[in-house]
């Protein structure tokens, strides 16, 4: 689970107290859990009637979550990442290799 999402309910320019956050960390993990479908039942439990409309947007919500999870975890999507991995220790080592040795431990 990404913090992004629990710092999307409960934003880190502002101060909150510890009940916040213990909600909105809950709240995140629902969603990463169940998806939207978590606001319903939380509604429901709280006595607020969950009509027609409401269900068919957390539904929407939720496929269209699927279909980019979906993507982002597809075969080009995995090389992309791979070959970004492989240019960025490419670069490093040759960073080392031009400049040497930048640190050692007791080293002046």
């Known amino acids: 689970m990404s913090l992004l ?24 993990v629902a969603s990463f859990n169940e998806g939207a479908c978590h606001i319903s039942q939380v509604l429901q439990k709280l006595g607020v009637e969950v009509n027609q409309i409401m269900s068919s947007c957390v539904l929407c919500e939720d496929e269209l979550r699927i279909k980019k999870a979906q993507q982002d975890s597809s075969a080009v999507k995995r090389a992309d990442r791979i070959k970004a991995w492989v240019e960025k220790k490419l670069e490093q080592a040759r960073l080392v290799t031009e400049e040497g040795a930048t640190y050692g431990a007791g080293a002046f």
């Open 5 to 28: 999402v629990v710092w999307s309910r409960c934003s880190r320019t502002f101060l909150f107290g510890k009940l916040k956050l213990h909600g909105a960390v809950a709240s995140a």
